[in-house]
């Protein structure tokens, strides 16, 4: 399985940007896929999923209203909408794959893309 995330950019806050996944083979109809990141100096953190077959969807607190995460099967690829971006969603964006139920736990993943910088400057 292979993952590649994208889209992400500079943006002022109060902006939005739209990442992509695009994945290798059937992986999204397969597995579920989670959206995590990384901002400087902290743990990386859960943002958002989405199951493999009802296509359930999960939130982070801190970005519940803001962020969409949806996939569409035919192009095989996860999308992360967000919207009213604040400085403090300054991070590397990453994609991953489940295999597994745990979708709020970045050690059940079981496929990692290789990130994709958000900057949201104040």
């Known amino acids: 399985v292979q993952l590649q995330a994208s889209g992400g950019g500079l943006v002022q806050a109060g902006g939005s940007l739209s990442l992509s996944c695009a994945a290798s083979g059937r992986t999204v109809s397969v597995y579920a896929m989670g959206w995590f990141r990384r901002a400087p100096g902290k743990e990386r953190e859960f943002v958002a999923a989405?199951?493999?077959?009802?296509?359930?969807?999960y939130y982070a607190d801190f970005v519940k209203g803001r962020f969409t995460i949806s996939r569409d099967s035919a192009q095989n690829t996860v999308y992360l909408q967000m919207a009213s971006l604040k400085p403090e969603d300054t991070a590397v964006y990453y994609c991953?794959?489940?295999?597994?139920?745990?979708?709020?736990?970045?050690?059940?993943?079981?496929?990692w893309g290789q990130g994709t910088q958000v900057t949201v400057s104040s």
């Open positions: 991953a794959a489940l295999s597994g139920r745990r979708v709020v736990v970045a050690d059940a993943y079981d496929y």
């Open positions: 989405i199951t493999r077959l009802v296509g359930t969807t």
